[in-house]
């Protein structure tokens, strides 16, 4: 059977699992968003350009140039929320880590207890009293 304090570390092994998979997400989207802002540069340059061929296409450059912003708006929101749940999953797995804690002291400390409890039990047993002197007349 498994202490309290064991499972628990079995918890926290789950929940900083967790976390770490929030923050892979997180980073995914960071990473998501690096490479959009580098596209949206690209397409920024190439309306600001003075060449004729790019002027020929700055209507579809602002028309995309548009959608590459609401994607960056939609991925900022997404990033937002990974944030918060990397915080969350971090939160619970500090929570778990210490009661982890609390429990193997409290479990130590019942361990030395029932220790003492068995050698004074041990000592009431044999019946021998603690110094020889005890019982002469």
Do not use: C, W
Request: proline share 1%; aromatic share 2%; glycine share 6%.
């Amino acid at each position: 059977m498994k202490s309290r304090s064991e499972k628990l570390k079995r918890l926290v092994a789950v929940q900083r699992h967790l976390e770490q998979m929030a923050e892979n997400d997180l980073a995914e989207t960071a990473g998501q968003r690096r490479r959009l802002a580098e596209t949206i540069d690209v397409v920024a340059d190439a309306m600001g350009s003075a060449s004729p061929l790019h002027a020929m296409f700055s209507g579809h450059y602002a028309s995309q140039l548009g959608r590459l912003a609401q994607k960056d708006q939609m991925l900022l929101e997404i990033q937002q929320g990974h944030e918060t749940r990397v915080l969350k999953e971090r939160a619970k797995a500090d929570r778990l880590e210490e009661n982890m804690k609390e429990a193997r002291v409290l479990e130590d400390r019942t361990e030395a207890d029932d220790a003492i409890y068995d050698l004074v039990d041990q000592h009431v047993m044999s019946g021998s009293p603690a110094s020889g002197k005890v019982g002469r007349s």
